[in-house]
């Protein structure tokens, strides 16, 4: 196994490692803290129009959605793995950076979420 065959590897893991955190962030955070917020400020406050229809649809909609959410967020993340694995040298860094940065602007999106969610439960607003 070559030096950048071990790189690739790395970086796939990695990558993997990131794209579970932004998943969880935008999922299973943000929806724990949505129906926090509904609970407390009501669903007609909810900004995002689909997470508000979610939120009045029975139990069974929500997850199943969610995790369809979840399915589709696997198979587009496992294709922008391979394109990068597919890639020739030269493109293949670029494609790392560019995935590295699409997986941080993910995170930092979950995380405002979370503190956006959070705002609504503890102050009764959004940061918006």
Known sequence: ???DD???DAWIEAYWGWAGV???LLLSVDLLTSLGAAAVVGVEHESNPLMAWLLVQPTAVLAGVHLAAAGLIVVLLYGLQELVKEAPSPQQR???IAAEAFLGLLV???LFLLANNLSVIVLGESLL
Request: hydrophobic share 65%.
């Open 1 to 3: 196994m070559s030096r």
């Open 6 to 8: 071990r790189d690739l």
């Open 22 to 24: 932004a998943a969880f």
């Open 94 to 96: 670029f494609l790392m």
């Open 108 to 110: 930092a999106a979950g």
